[in-house]
Nanobody
Framework: QVQLVESGGGLVQAGDSLRLTCAAS????????IGWFRQAPGKEREFVAA????????YYADSVKGRFTISRDSAKNTVYLQMNSLKPEDTAVYYC?????????????????WGQGTQVTVSS
């Protein structure tokens, strides 16, 4: 079982940037598919971005495409979510999660392990 810890959230103004970090412990990311999700108050958890630790394409929700970038650092066993040009509608708790394959990567119910989340608040 892999344990995930997110960090990097905070309060920023519209147009600012933040970089979220998802650090793994217990097991490495080496065989996993890693996703970022977010959940705003009163809303369902939604897919944001994902990648395979072994390489290949990255995946984004339309709402963040061109503004957010998901990446990984193999040496640190860490996945990042760089968020630029933030908007008030990006305000949410952001979670990272892992699963064993790329199938159904937008569905939160298909992920096996989750972090505790980190709050991102964007003021207008």
């Amino acid at each position: 079982q892999v344990q995930l810890v997110e960090s990097g959230g905070g309060l920023v103004q519209a147009g600012d940037s933040l970089r979220l970090t998802c650090a793994a412990s217990g097991r490495t990311f080496s065989t996993y598919f890693i996703g970022w999700f977010r959940q705003a108050p009163g809303k369902e958890r939604e897919f944001v971005a994902a990648l395979s630790w072994s390489g290949g394409p990255t995946y984004y929700a339309d709402s963040v495409k061109g503004r957010f970038t998901i990446s990984r650092d193999s040496a640190k066993n860490t996945v990042y979510l760089q968020m630029n040009s933030l908007k008030p509608e990006d305000t949410a708790v952001y979670y990272c999660a892992v699963k064993k394959s790329v199938s159904y990567y937008t569905l939160s119910g298909r992920y096996d392990s989750w972090g505790q989340g980190t709050q991102v608040t964007v003021s207008s």
